[in-house]
């Protein structure tokens, strides 16, 4: 690797350094010092975001096409000294950060001809009708508008699509908003290096530089500041059920609320009807294991419990997962407090009443192993925290006696991210009858396959009810994110020399 961090901040085009210095705590590799992030910087990086909205807001959809792209350029040039650097703080394989690193850039690329190809304005108009009785009616014309500064919070677990570069960050500035970045203390030198790659390509495309930030992480009030800083106009979230509700209550109580889009935590239930069973129950077992324990079961689309209509199936189900799950070895986590978390929930899990541990384990600090337990529907109603998501490797079984008892654990569920119906042509009928009750619950449900991986597209839906996310009816993932940052104006009888240029496009 030939990068090495410097450990300061990026404000508005200018590198700073604080007085205070944190250590990285890397799965493996050096540990390198950073600044710790301040109130001051916040008010510095925010107030520059502010000035260079004017220009920013106002230009052309093809000049922030081209810095989409050179965003994009800049990543790849780095490619592996980012791999070598998130690999070592986080310790997840080259491969899979070679891969996020692909998604990070075509979603960049994505959203630079999503703008290009200008449907997200949704303009409309309504010609002027001045004979019209009893009234006249003016001319209208409609278009989205970006709402000014965003701020974006770095995930622990995406350090590369869901952080500095991710998908908040390019959908804001597709949008045309500028973006104060709050980087994540579990991988500060990825987030430094990805920052270097944006200020390189804002530096090529001749754009203010106010229009991006990023704060190194290192104090709770860096966040807080953050999220209260009065020219802060959204916020975007990817973490913990705790942290983000915190943030959104601080949101919320700001003179002026503020909208926080927050993708907060789910178990991404599973529901395996009878006769996919009956065909295919071992199948689906290690389909299921497979994906519980990518990533160290590390993914917000972890599915962590699967329903399943007690009987022989449903034993087969248990044995083969137990099975497939015993040949998983210990995987390590992208942090050492997210690992003492699992095993937190573990031990909760374990220590439930009427929970059976079908395949349990222990591993080392800082890694996980995969543990599997089972519960009635009756148990699983009564106890909610049976419900609440073990972020990790971590899979319940909910037997149910019956479809009708499968319907109500359905209608228990909280918000998901997403819902799985795992079904064959026999089960269409039940399938008919549940989906519905899905909709009300997730913001994707899927047939016939797992939840872990998810499409950057224009029909991609990456949020759901709450506690999956704290705003219904957004995405985080796809073009359609970019409506977060964005508020329709009317303009009414404006002189056509004086509207925006796209409004009549």
Same mark, same amino acid.
Request: charged share 20%.
């Given at each position: 690797?030939?990068?090495?961090?410097?450990?300061?901040?990026?404000?508005?085009?200018?590198?700073?350094s604080s007085q205070d210095r944190f250590q990285?705590?890397?799965?493996?590799?050096?540990?390198?010092?950073?600044? &710790?992030?301040?109130?001051?910087?916040?008010?510095?990086?925010?107030?520059?975001?502010?000035?260079?909205?004017?220009?920013? $807001? +106002?230009? $052309?959809?093809?000049?922030?096409?081209?810095? +989409?792209?050179?965003?994009?350029?800049?990543?790849?040039?780095?490619?592996?000294?980012?791999?070598?650097?998130?690999?070592?703080?986080?310790? +997840?394989?080259?491969?899979?950060?070679?891969?996020?690193?692909?998604?990070?850039?075509?979603?960049?690329?994505?959203?630079?001809?999503?703008?290009?190809?200008?449907?997200?304005?949704?303009?409309?108009?309504?010609?002027?009708?001045?004979?019209?009785?009893?009234?006249?009616?003016?001319?209208?014309?409609?278009?989205?508008?970006?709402?000014?500064?965003?701020?974006?919070?770095?995930?622990?677990?995406?350090?590369?699509?869901?952080?500095?570069?991710?998908?908040?960050?390019?959908?804001?500035?597709?949008?045309?908003?500028?973006?104060?970045?709050?980087?994540?203390?579990?991988?500060?030198?990825?987030?430094?290096?990805?920052?270097?790659?944006?200020?390189?390509?804002?530096?090529?495309?001749?754009?203010?530089?106010?229009?991006? $930030?990023?704060?190194?992480?290192?104090?709770?009030?860096?966040?807080?500041?953050?999220?209260?800083?009065?020219?802060?106009?959204?916020?975007?979230?990817?973490?913990?059920?705790?942290?983000?509700?915190?943030?959104f209550d601080l949101c919320a109580a700001r003179?002026?609320?503020?909208?926080?889009?927050?993708?907060?935590?789910?178990?991404?239930?599973?529901?395996?009807?009878?006769?996919?069973?009956?065909?295919?129950?071992?199948?689906?077992?290690?389909?299921?294991?497979?994906?519980?324990?990518?990533?160290?079961?590390?993914?917000?689309?972890?599915?962590?419990?699967?329903?399943?209509?007690?009987?022989?199936?449903?034993?087969?189900?248990?044995?083969?997962?137990?099975?497939?799950?015993?040949?998983?070895?210990?995987?390590?986590?992208?942090?050492?407090?997210?690992?003492?978390?699992?095993?937190?929930?573990?031990?909760?899990?374990?220590?439930?009443?009427?929970?059976?541990?079908?395949?349990?384990?222990?591993?080392?600090?800082?890694?996980?192993?995969?543990?599997?337990?089972?519960?009635?529907?009756?148990?699983?109603?009564?106890?909610?925290?049976?419900?609440?998501?073990?972020?990790?490797?971590?899979? +319940?079984?909910?037997?149910?006696?019956?479809?009708?008892?499968?319907?109500?654990?359905?209608?228990?569920?909280?918000?998901?991210?997403?819902?799985?119906?795992?079904?064959?042509?026999?089960?269409?009928?039940?399938?008919?009858?549940?989906?519905?009750?899905?909709?009300?619950?997730?913001?994707?449900?899927?047939?016939?396959?797992?939840?872990?991986?998810?499409?950057?597209?224009?029909?991609? &839906?990456?949020?759901?009810?709450?506690?999956?996310?704290?705003?219904?009816?957004?995405?985080?993932?796809?073009?359609?994110?970019?409506?977060?940052?964005?508020?329709?104006?009317?303009?009414?009888?404006?002189?056509?020399?004086?509207?925006?240029?796209?409004?009549?496009?």
């Amino acid at each position: 690797m030939t990068f090495k961090p410097h450990g300061r901040h990026l404000i508005g085009g200018s590198w700073m350094s604080s007085q205070d210095r944190f250590q990285s705590s890397p799965a493996h590799g050096d540990a390198h010092s950073f600044s &710790v992030g301040t109130v001051d910087l916040v008010d510095q990086a925010v107030e520059l975001a502010e000035k260079a909205f004017g220009s920013f $807001s +106002l230009s $052309s959809r093809q000049s922030r096409a081209d810095l +989409l792209i050179a965003i994009a350029e800049e990543i790849d040039a780095r490619g592996d000294d980012i791999t070598a650097i998130g690999s070592s703080e986080t310790g +997840l394989p080259e491969a899979r950060l070679q891969g996020e690193r692909g998604r990070t850039t075509g979603q960049l690329r994505l959203f630079a001809q999503h703008i290009l190809d200008g449907d997200y304005l949704d303009r409309r108009h309504d010609k002027a009708l001045p004979d019209r009785q009893p009234a006249p009616r003016p001319e209208l014309y409609m278009m989205q508008r970006p709402i000014g500064p965003v701020a974006v919070f770095g995930a622990s677990n995406f350090p590369l699509a869901f952080s500095v570069a991710g998908g908040d960050t390019a959908a804001a500035l597709a949008a045309g908003c500028p973006v104060v970045v709050k980087g994540h203390s579990a991988h500060p030198g990825t987030s430094e290096i990805v920052a270097e790659a944006i200020h390189a390509a804002i530096a090529r495309c001749d754009v203010d530089p106010g229009i991006f $930030s990023l704060i190194q992480g290192g104090r709770r009030d860096v966040g807080t500041a953050l999220v209260q800083h009065p020219l802060i106009k959204a916020v975007g979230f990817t973490g913990s059920l705790a942290g983000g509700r915190a943030l959104f209550d601080l949101c919320a109580a700001r003179p002026e609320p503020i909208p926080f889009f927050g993708e907060l935590g789910s178990v991404n239930p599973m529901f395996l009807l009878p006769s996919a069973m009956a065909e295919r129950a071992t199948d689906l077992a290690k389909g299921w294991a497979g994906s519980l324990t990518m990533g160290a079961g590390q993914f917000c689309t972890n599915p962590g419990i699967a329903f399943v209509v007690e009987g022989p199936d449903a034993d087969t189900f248990c044995d083969e997962a137990a099975n497939a799950l015993r040949d998983v070895g210990p995987q390590a986590m992208l942090t050492e407090g997210i690992a003492s978390a699992y095993r937190s929930g573990t031990d909760a899990m374990a220590n439930a009443s009427n929970v059976d541990g079908l395949m349990q384990t222990e591993a080392a600090p800082r890694y996980a192993s995969p543990n599997l337990f089972s519960t009635t529907a009756k148990e699983f109603l009564a106890n909610e925290a049976l419900g609440e998501e073990v972020f990790g490797p971590l899979g +319940l079984v909910v037997r149910v006696s019956d479809i009708e008892e499968m319907l109500t654990c359905a209608r228990h569920l909280q918000g998901q991210l997403t819902c799985t119906l795992h079904m064959s042509n026999a089960d269409h009928e039940v399938a008919r009858v549940l989906l519905p009750v899905l909709e009300r619950k997730a913001g994707r449900i899927l047939a016939n396959g797992f939840p872990t991986g998810v499409e950057v597209s224009d029909t991609m &839906v990456h949020g759901g009810p709450y506690p999956a996310s704290t705003n219904f009816g957004a995405t985080s993932v796809g073009t359609l994110s970019i409506r977060r940052f964005l508020r329709p104006i009317c303009y009414q009888n404006i002189p056509s020399d004086i509207l925006p240029d796209d409004v009549t496009a």
